[in-house]
């Protein structure tokens, strides 16, 4: 899966100190997902012991 990252998502990773594959794993490995506002969706994983939400659309 091609994932595109906008510059909005990229200043929130460098604020938060992770990094993009955290987020595409994520995406990948969905243990929950919620659609959210705007029809975007929210998805849920752990990913180094620490739970991580992603924003996206598809």
Aim: aromatic share 12%.
């Amino acid at each position: 899966m091609q994932i595109e990252f906008r510059a909005h998502a990229l200043r929130r990773i460098e604020e938060r100190g992770i990094e993009k594959e955290e987020v595409e794993f994520v995406i990948a490995e969905q243990k929950e997902t919620i659609q959210v506002k705007f029809g975007r969706l929210a998805a849920f994983n752990y990913f180094n012991e620490k739970g991580l939400v992603v924003i996206y659309q598809t």
